[in-house]
């Protein structure tokens, strides 16, 4: 039986029209100077965090009825980059043509680099040299997904001020001990911006056109799109989904307490201790919501981290057990196989095949 060959679906890079007034009369709406845009689109981007990126510059555009944002997609190979849903990213030029130039072509005003949580092994050197192009060119950019530890490692973004997406952080923290990779949103450090990526690079976007057209535009971008709340850079990512449907800021600030102490934990002695609360009323506001004891919570998290790390990298279990706050491998594997009904071996080498100790 014949089966046809699968066919990429494709993104085209969006065709905007310049019909910005020279000047501003009496009466009229403001201009608003241009601003261009490069995205570098890295393989292996997910098509959120792309649709994140493009779709408010263009509804920003059509809300000031001229071509305030102009966007360049660039690829970082030859060939148009495909996203995680296996959707072909059209754009304009590769990056090897924009490095070909003295300086970055028309120097805009801000580069993208819209990278996933992994970057493939042929996208490791063109993304090293153009980082190297932007930062000596001290071209604003944003990072996002793993680019954010490509550029922490060659210092181009503050070794604290470096974010990560919550499913990787503990990879990454393994991988480049020396950056300390945050568990929040976004963060700008002077030109440059660290960002988790995803849905964090729409919040990202409406803050950029908030500070270059102002807050009605950026409320009338958030309610095309039906956002509900603003979040900020700072907002923590949290490590559990059923987290983040919870209003409660104590919640919300224990978790964030025990995502950053994995490795050491903390008693919730000292948790409620630092958010002014007793250990009791801590306890009551985590039943009131769903999320059962704090103690239970935090070990909960910790496995978590650890199923990353055995799925993700190399550790040995010990290894492992260690990163996630478990002195006792023996007591790790019995949680483990308790949570996930296997042993972190089993888990790793579900065909018996030798492993690490």
């Given at each position: ?12 890079t969006?065709?905007?029209q ?7 009369c ?9 601003c ?26 059509k809300?000031l009825?001229?071509n305030k944002?102009?966007?360049q997609?660039v690829?970082?190979?030859?060939h ?8 072909k990213?059209?754009c304009q ?24 949580q ?7 050197k063109?993304?090293l040299?153009f980082l190297r ?7 604003p950019f944003?990072a ?6 490509y ?6 973004i503050?070794k ?17 001990p ?5 568990n929040v949103?976004?963060e700008?450090s ?7 990526g995803?849905l964090?690079s ?11 057209c ?9 309610g ?7 979040r900020?850079?700072q ?9 983040m449907l919870?209003?409660?800021?104590r919640?919300?600030n224990a ?7 994995i ?6 002695h000292e948790?409620?201790?630092a ?7 801590l306890?009551?506001?985590f ?5 059962g004891?704090p ?12 199923r ?7 550790l ?8 996630c706050?478990?002195?006792?491998q023996?007591h790790?594997?019995?949680?483990y196989?308790?949570?996930?009904g296997v042993s ?7 065909l ?6």
């Amino acid at each position: 039986m014949y089966v046809k060959p699968f066919q990429h679906s494709s993104i085209k890079t969006p065709k905007i029209q310049n019909d910005c007034a020279p000047f501003t009369c009496l009466g009229a709406s403001p201009v608003y100077p241009i601003c261009k845009i490069m995205i570098v689109v890295i393989d292996g981007v997910s098509l959120t965090t792309m649709s994140s990126l493009v779709d408010p510059f263009c509804y920003a555009n059509k809300i000031l009825a001229c071509n305030k944002f102009e966007l360049q997609l660039v690829s970082l190979l030859k060939h148009h980059p495909i996203t995680t849903s296996r959707v072909k990213i059209e754009c304009q030029v590769p990056s090897e043509k924009v490095l070909s130039h003295a300086d970055l072509k028309n120097r805009p005003d801000l580069v993208i680099l819209a990278c996933g949580q992994d970057i493939d092994t042929p996208s490791e050197k063109p993304l090293l040299a153009f980082l190297r192009k932007i930062a000596s060119a001290s071209v604003p950019f944003l990072a996002l997904g793993a680019a954010n530890a490509y550029a922490a490692s060659m210092e181009l973004i503050a070794k604290d001020k470096c974010v990560a997406h919550w499913e990787t952080i503990g990879l990454l923290r393994e991988n480049f001990p020396a950056v300390e990779f945050s568990n929040v949103l976004f963060e700008t450090s002077g030109q440059v911006t660290s960002c988790a990526g995803e849905l964090a690079s729409l919040d990202f976007v409406v803050n950029f056109i908030e500070s270059h057209c102002g807050s009605t535009i950026a409320q009338k971008i958030c309610g095309h799109f039906l956002i509900e709340s603003r979040r900020t850079g700072q907002a923590v990512q949290l490590l559990n989904a059923s987290a983040m449907l919870c209003a409660d800021q104590r919640i919300q600030n224990a978790v964030a307490m025990m995502i950053e102490h994995i490795e050491q934990p903390i008693s919730i002695h000292e948790i409620s201790t630092a958010l002014s609360i007793s250990t009791r009323q801590l306890e009551r506001i985590f039943a009131r919501y769903g999320f059962g004891s704090p103690c239970k919570y935090f070990k909960t998290l910790r496995l978590e981290r650890a199923r990353q790390l055995l799925e993700q990298s190399n550790l040995s279990v010990s290894e492992v057990a260690l990163a996630c706050g478990f002195e006792c491998q023996t007591h790790f594997s019995k949680n483990y196989k308790k949570r996930y009904g296997v042993s972190p071996r089993g888990f790793r080498n579900p065909l018996g095949t030798q492993s690490r100790l």
